[in-house]
């Protein structure tokens, strides 16, 4: 996906040179056969560091999984970043100092296999017409909050496609991580979020027509 | 993390966003200008969508959208400030 809006031409930077640390992490990383592997499990080992932080953040989540399994779920990351890294640091610019670079690979491979264990046994159903349940923010909500959400409930039903209900509401009301339901739905997170944003649209549109015809 | 309000949730950001992809593509160097490690002068994301903007915030406001829009990527990037703060710290 490329933007969620066509994004207009940006005027962009040549590659900058690599900071000292940066560049030796990519010499060592690309050197032939096995002279490289030393740097490889280096790398493995930071990555590892990486996946074991996100998991214990989300320690609240995974309280049911066994010891044993959580750290297997953090070297499952640290395996399949390294792979995703590796395919990719042909294209690493310097933009970033190479740890952080290499850090979001552990952290998104840890946080996607978190979110699908902890929805693993869970049904997410897709209900268009569950935004009717927004009767409960309605009544906790202040009078003017409240108003709002009568206004954004009356736009949902009015402007949105039943697909783009869907979303929102799992996404927005349900709490259905976005990866999760991109996986129920064979499809990819950025498609996912596309119909979101979308759907956001329509209603914002659609609210100020409301207040300004 | 406080979640925001149930008409902001559905609403979402108003401002020009970029997508998941991008966002994962150029979260590092959003995360390390955050931390005070930019590497080099500001410049736009070769996926700016609002560049006269940027360049006055010389910030990467489609990123800052994003966040607020997305929980999963708003997570992520949660995550990679606090360990690229500690590694660094």
Known sequence: ?213 | MNEPPTGDRLLGPEPPELGCDECFEYLDRYVDAELGHELHEFSLCPACVGPEDCSRARRCLGMRAHLEGCPACAEEHASLLALAGRESG
Not at chain 1, 18 to 23: A, I, T, V
Not at chain 1, 88 to 106: E, H, N, Q, V
Not at chain 1, 119 to 127: A, G, K, S
């Open chain 1, 1 to 213: 996906m490329r933007g969620v809006e066509p994004a207009p031409a940006a005027a962009t930077a040549p590659p900058p040179p690599l900071d000292p640390d940066s560049r030796a992490w990519v010499r060592g990383l690309t050197l032939p056969g096995g002279e490289r592997d030393v740097d490889v499990a280096r790398l493995h080992a930071f990555l590892l560091r990486a996946a074991r932080f996100e998991l214990a953040r989300r320690r609240t989540a995974l309280r049911d999984v066994p010891a044993a399994e959580l750290d297997d779920l953090a070297v499952q990351a640290a395996n399949d970043a390294l792979v995703a890294l590796m395919r990719k640091l042909p294209t690493f610019r310097g933009d970033s100092r190479f740890t952080t670079w290499a850090a979001k690979f552990a952290i998104l491979e840890a946080s996607v296999k978190a979110r699908r264990w902890a929805w693993q046994h869970r049904e997410v159903t897709l209900e268009p017409e569950a935004w009717t349940r927004l009767a409960p923010a309605v009544a906790a909500a202040d009078p003017e909050e409240a108003e709002r959400l009568r206004a954004i409930a009356a736009a949902i039903r009015e402007c949105l496609s039943p697909h783009q209900r869907e979303i929102l509401v799992a996404i927005a009301l349900n709490d259905v991580p976005i990866d999760v339901l991109a996986d129920r739905l064979q499809t990819t997170r950025g498609a996912i979020y596309k119909t979101l944003h979308d759907a956001r649209r329509n209603l914002r549109a659609h609210l100020a027509r409301e207040v300004d015809p």
